[in-house]
């Protein structure tokens, strides 16, 4: 399940939902982005977080089952949250369920790396110095890189 | 044809959505951004480093060489940074 | 933060927990293991789960120090249940938060892959043809291993 | 010596806890192991195949070749399945 939203979610309800009742479930690798008050060198006073709406949901349900057809899962989820958050909040939850834990790590990895790199979400830092878009990662590409060897082609 | 922009080309273009008609010969991506950026001001400006620039077409990924019509949606954006 | 408990976690009150207050955590990375209902080809009716209460608790500090070590971490957890437990039922908790989130997918799969081959638990089936005491699996002492090669004396 | 049995080692010896006091030569682990398997009966039993059995001395892993005495804690027990 996907879902794009701007309030905040309860990671305690979201997993226990996700998990409940299928006893199949052996392992849930969960990940979840926060807010840091840090960014380089300057302090962070808030994000926004600005987004394709239609095209978003329809990356992550792509994102999603690519994951699902990779890796045997039970239940997978990801939640993403849109407009102004601050230092401490939750951006982002992807969680994986399967009968083992590596399958569950890995495809929880597949689902943010995929997202940070594919899903068309753009953070807005306000800094000290001003407001200031952030630029992609090369560690992020990096780390998508990793899941794209398998498959060249997939979810492009 | 529907223009979005998204993050800092929303900003320099000066408008998230417009409505634009370009001639039929715009017909692929390459083309499209070429026909925009001669539109000076904000779109040169926008346009001026193509390189990280990303383009969806009806709300898919799309590269220089796919094709673009009157009835599409064509979304320009930076390199997207969420998660 | 180790610990060693009979009684269910409340995932979302540990995790908001971890977290709470510092904003330098940009990633959480967690791993949940789950009571599975088939085990090989036999229905799970429960298990039961012996320690080493003293030695098990030394363990899990070791391990957790050892991860803090290796990786930059701003908060880990550990939970760990005993006693009986049916199907659908939590067993462990592990997380660990990071500035980033590769430290803390990283650590979070050290810990329970150094947790499944070091703590001193031991997982007794009740299944269809009577109670099994689990066997060691080869695949988490392959888990463990690769964390080995880093460090090949260490927390041992 | 105290000694701790857990898992199917406590079941096969028949206690999860027993002082023991062996003679002042059984000093490693190894001549531990020897000495409880001499007993018979449920230890000979449990201590068939060492291979994969493990033994902790004062809740440290411990090796054969590490030293006991009468004031240890020393576990017996199989590979551990937590997690």
């Given at each position: 399940m996907i879902r794009v939203q701007r309030e905040d979610f309860d990671l305690g309800a979201e997993l226990a939902a996700l998990t409940?009742?299928?006893?199949?479930?052996g392992g849930l690798a969960v990940f979840v982005g926060l807010v840091r008050d840090v960014v380089g060198e300057q302090a962070l006073g808030a994000m926004t977080l600005e987004h394709y709406p239609g095209m978003t949901e329809k990356m992550l349900e792509r994102i999603e089952a690519e994951a699902k057809q990779r890796w045997p899962l039970e239940a997978s989820l990801i939640v993403h949250r849109t407009g102004r958050l601050e230092p401490g909040e939750r951006i982002v939850l992807v969680a994986a369920a399967s009968r083992h834990r590596q399958a569950a790590f890995e495809a929880c990895q597949f689902l943010i790396d995929w997202l940070k790199t594919k899903a068309p979400f753009w953070k807005l830092e306000e800094t000290e110095s001003g407001p200031r878009w952030v630029e992609a990662r090369a560690g992020d590409d990096q780390a998508a890189e990793r899941w794209k060897k398998r498959d060249p082609d997939a979810a492009e | 044809m529907k223009l979005l922009y998204f993050a800092w080309l929303k900003t320099k273009i000066g408008t998230a959505e417009e409505e634009l008609n370009p001639p039929?010969?715009?017909?692929?991506v390459a083309a499209l951004l070429d026909w925009l950026a001669a539109r000076g001001g904000g779109h040169a400006e926008a346009l001026a480093?193509?390189?990280?620039l990303g383009v969806a077409v009806n709300q898919e990924y799309a590269r220089p060489e796919d094709p673009v019509g009157p009835d599409d949606e064509v979304a320009l954006f930076p390199p997207v940074t969420g998660g």
């Open positions: 409940a009742g299928n006893h199949k479930i | 039929p010969e715009v017909d692929t480093d193509r390189n990280a």
